[in-house]
């Protein structure tokens, strides 16, 4: 057993919440940032502020906003190695510059800090060591959530740091399950989304999904599939390709310059013939022009936004919330408050101003990124008793619950802190 006496551990945002995710380790005489999050949405919500001349390294799970948005803060006046995935440097690159664009707050900072956050990066692949000064060993490994995420393993002066971002440990169509070295960890962060809840069988929602795709186009309708630009967007589109459904598919939106980057990077995706496949089966929207004909014939389109805040999903509901041949389709969690959960509870839609009847058919599959709650345990056993476990990134009921369990069922020493809260002195 090493000695945790000598790390330090901040939590900065992303505790008892989904969204700022940021954790500050100090050991070594070294502070290294784990994720630097934001909220995403029009009204932007930071992390708790680092000095970042102070940091010596961020380290940076995967590219969804949650995780990666408060990073370019850290440039406005000093130069931190950013170390991630190549594949996760370009996807955080695209989703940061859409933030700003969507952002109706003035922003802290502008494009010069996403260029100083690019050109300071170090490009690591899964399994790929590098040291920080002398004791530090850092590795990432993949996290099967969306192209290139990772968790972490930190190794300082022989204690072991276990940070598993967002974490599926199941496979898709699209990625690799999770996997990782969880030999002799000491302090593990764990995500809790899914902490209370179970998934239902991956395989029979696919079906359940294409069934009633198919079913709409047979009605002459468009199926309306509203997806996250990275990840879910791509993971439709290999699901589609996978039972080889026939019909008309487009993509429109974000999701079309996430794919492209994806395409560079084979390395990072499960089955990339398929991946090309199913890219090329689906047309590209470009226009009003495009969307107009998509909207005409009986289709499928996948675009964002993946709870219908915005994006070109909002414009084709207008177009299909009233004819019942038609479908709307969630593939993903729709949180309370946003236009895609209004719907799931009342049956109506906001169109304009006025408040209008949801005719369309309405479906929910659970083709989650994250692992569930059988999986999160299945993970909690391969860790030894003398584990520090804190849970994170999940609502409060989650994070607490959670680190409960944890205690209850196994004797585990486990926290669900709160932000701003510092723990050293391991054990405590
Ligand atoms: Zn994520």
């Not at 961020?58 to 590219?63: D, Y």
Request: include cysteine.
């Amino acid at each position: 057993m090493a000695e945790k006496n000598n790390v330090k551990v901040k939590f900065l945002g992303g505790t008892r919440r989904i969204g700022c995710s940021a954790i500050l380790l100090q050991a070594n005489g070294k502070n290294i940032l784990l994720d630097y999050g934001a909220t995403p949405g029009a009204h932007l919500d930071f992390p708790l502020p680092v000095p970042s001349k102070e940091i010596d390294a961020i380290i940076l799970t995967h590219a969804h906003i949650d995780h990666s948005g408060a990073i370019p803060l850290l440039y406005t006046v000093a130069n931190p190695p950013l170390i991630t995935t190549p594949a996760t440097l370009d996807l955080a690159e695209l989703l940061i510059y859409d933030m700003m664009n969507v952002a109706r707050d003035p922003l802290p900072f502008g494009r010069r800090e996403v260029k100083r956050m690019k050109k300071n990066s170090i490009l690591l692949n899964y399994k790929e060591e590098y040291k920080l000064g002398k004791n530090i060993k850092i590795t990432l490994f993949n996290a099967g959530h969306i192209p290139g995420s990772s968790s972490v393993l930190l190794e300082i002066n022989g204690v072991k740091i276990w940070y598993s971002g967002d974490i599926n440990t199941i496979s898709t169509r699209l990625l690799e399950p999770a996997n990782m070295d969880l030999e002799d960890v000491d302090i593990v962060f764990i995500e809790s989304t899914y902490a209370l809840k179970d998934h239902p069988p991956r395989e029979e929602q696919e079906k359940a999904f294409i069934k009633a795709l198919k079913e709409t186009i047979e009605d002459q309708g468009v199926a309306l599939v509203p997806a996250f630009s990275v990840g879910r967007s791509q993971e439709v589109l290999c699901i589609l390709e996978h039972y080889d459904f026939k019909g008309r598919i487009f993509l429109d939106g974000m999701a079309r310059w996430a794919s492209k980057i994806l395409l560079e990077y084979p390395t990072f995706i499960k089955d990339y013939d398929l991946f090309v496949r199913a890219l090329k089966r689906a047309r590209w929207i470009e226009d009003n022009h495009d969307r107009f004909k998509a909207v005409s014939e009986p289709g499928v389109i996948v675009t964002p936004a993946g709870m219908l805040v915005g994006g070109s999903a909002t414009w084709y509901l207008k177009y299909i919330y009233k004819d019942e041949n038609c479908g709307l389709f969630y593939v993903s969690y729709q949180v309370p408050g946003t236009p895609g959960r209004r719907i799931l509870e009342t049956g109506k839609v906001r169109i304009g101003r006025k408040e209008k009847k949801m005719r369309a058919r309405v479906g929910y599959f659970e083709l989650s990124s994250h692992s569930g709650r059988t999986q999160l345990f299945e993970l909690i056993e391969k860790f030894d008793s003398d584990t520090v476990f804190f849970t994170v990134h999940g609502e409060e009921e989650s994070t607490i619950k959670f680190a409960e369990e944890i205690r209850d069922r196994y004797g585990y020493t486990a926290f669900s802190p709160s932000v701003g809260e510092t723990f050293f002195q391991f054990p405590f």
